[in-house]
């Protein structure tokens, strides 16, 4: 099982994202579409002007061979839990149930992370929270237990950039790869921290008027890198291994 939080200032599109791709399981403290729980959060956060990110959005995902192991209201169990562990059970949020084009199933959580006492859910070491969280789902389920490779991946990097602006960028992609399973997750993820994608030959990300080539900024940011990463069948491999991205 991987866990996956970050936090966002662009609730309004996360919703509807997770709305288009997915099914609602649940809400807490708020009903309603997409737009009405946006408006909803918006207006339980109105006093806090301090929090710029006021939103959570997280994403669990399950091995491609457990597929079918969960039902939805264990979703709804996992996803209540995880709201607990982090700190905002009491908060509005909603669960919605995805299952990509490679059939894969996973679930995504949204939500405020302002409170009824106007504060914001603190967003610091939920890395090892997640990783805690993900054990406890793997054996209360009988869930395969996987490694997280991505991180891996991150700690065994030899590029340094001396220019500040590329490893920035680098970081933001990075961070947008963590959370997709999709070239189409990817772009979402991206063009919400302001970052254009283009795609032709290869890939290019473009911020703030400065274009980069994927493999300029690191080899592994190349388009063939990118869609290596995100590709199904070597996520398979890797599940098999005991190995996730």
Known sequence: MIVKLESISYGKNALAYCERGGEVLYTNKCLGNSSQLYEQMKFQARFNDRCIKRFFHIKIRQAPEDKGKLTKQDWIDICKDYAKTIGFEA????????????????????????????????DDHTHYKNMDVSREIEARYN??????????????????????????????????????????????????????????????????????????????????????ILRYKEQEKRFNKGISW
């Open 143 to 228: 869930l395969r237990k996987v490694n997280r490779r991505l991180e891996k991946f991150k700690a065994q990097e030899k590029f340094i950039s001396t220019d500040a602006k590329v490893q920035d960028l680098k970081e933001e992609i990075f961070a947008a790869i963590k959370m997709s399973d999709s070239m189409e997750d990817l772009i979402f993820h991206l063009e919400n921290r302001e970052i254009k994608t283009k795609i032709g030959r290869g890939i290019s990300f473009t911020k703030n008027g400065i274009r980069k080539k994927g493999s300029h900024i690191d080899r592994k940011f190349s388009l063939k890198g990118i869609e290596k």
């Open 91 to 122: 908060n509005l949020y909603a669960v919605y149930i995805h299952q990509s084009k490679t059939g894969m199933e996973h679930s995504h959580i949204v939500a405020s992370r302002i409170g009824e006492n106007n504060l914001a859910v603190r």
